[in-house]
């Protein structure tokens, strides 16, 4: 191999470079990211433990009487909702295929189950296991904000209370640590009640009127929760995917840079033997 040989080496060096700078820059972006959206997600963390506490606390208190189509489990004949997280962009590994995956191992039966996704790459990865979307919502910030929570949960709450489902679920990945991420799917409602009182309280103006608002209130924080695990996981998985492209950047270049050396030297000593050849056949 020639000169032309090594153009085309220092042709490919040149490629390498310029994907090692991009993925490079993406790693620090995601990096950004993730720190912002961690806080993000530990501040919400307090405020929804909260809000669930106070939650199971009144459901407590309901009579055994007391009848509502958040506490009804017994709407099995009716198909259920599925409210999907994935990432509005790619080059994040495995983190939509894993959720779509998980979904796809749960339900058996999907002419049973509508499927709402929240981010665009979702769509794909769920056309792919065949599962018709019913909504999408696309173009979610990096810290969802109530806006975005309210109009899902509007729309699931419009469904359900219109007996067009029976069960509201949601489909995330839940941030545990920076190398441990798990698929979670967990029913939005109906509750189950759960009557284990510990505690009396004294409740102004009145329980149910109180637990509406607090179920209201606790709801969306579950939605938003659920979307702030789900972007620290893809921030985090966007950062480990781009870690990996540029240190495989590295490593090509290595090959490289130690294949045009060893060309570069053939040469080198190829013109030397041809020198000295020839001035051996000069005497």
Not at 81 to 87: E, G, K, R, W
Not at 130 to 145: H, L, R
Not at 172 to 197: G, H, M
């Amino acid at each position: 191999m020639g000169a032309a040989g090594l153009i085309d080496i220092k042709r490919r060096i040149k490629s390498v470079e310029s994907t090692r700078k991009i993925t490079k820059a993406m790693n620090l972006v995601a990096t950004s990211k993730l720190r912002k959206a961690r806080k993000e997600l530990n501040d919400n963390e307090e405020y929804y433990k909260l809000s669930e506490e106070i939650v199971f606390n009144l459901m407590s208190a309901l009579p055994e009487s007391y009848e509502s189509s958040f506490f009804n489990t017994n709407s099995n004949d009716l198909d259920k909702l599925y409210i999907v997280m994935a990432s509005d962009t790619g080059l994040c590994g495995g983190f939509n295929g894993n959720v779509a995956s998980s979904l796809n191992d749960l339900i058996k039966d999907k002419s049973s189950a509508r499927i709402v996704v929240v981010g665009a790459k979702g769509i794909s990865y769920m056309r792919k296991y065949g599962f018709d979307t019913i909504k999408e919502y696309v173009e979610i910030p990096d810290i969802p904000t109530i806006k975005e929570v309210r109009s899902i949960y509007d729309d699931a709450l419009f469904m359900f209370n219109n007996k067009e489902v029976g069960e509201v679920n949601i489909v995330f990945t839940e941030f545990k640590s920076p190398i441990k991420q798990e698929v979670r799917i967990e029913r939005l409602f109906p509750l189950e009640i759960k009557r284990d009182k510990l505690e009396q309280f004294l409740i102004e103006p009145n329980l149910e009127e109180v637990l509406n608002s607090s179920l209201d209130i606790y709801f969306k924080c579950k939605i938003r929760r659920a979307m702030l695990h789900s972007k620290v996981s893809e921030q985090n998985a966007r950062m480990t995917a781009m870690d990996g492209a540029t240190q495989n950047a590295n490593d090509i270049l290595q090959g490289l840079n130690l294949k045009y050396n060893r060309i570069r030297q053939g040469m080198i000593t190829q013109e030397i033997s041809e020198i000295v050849g020839g001035a051996e056949a000069q005497k």
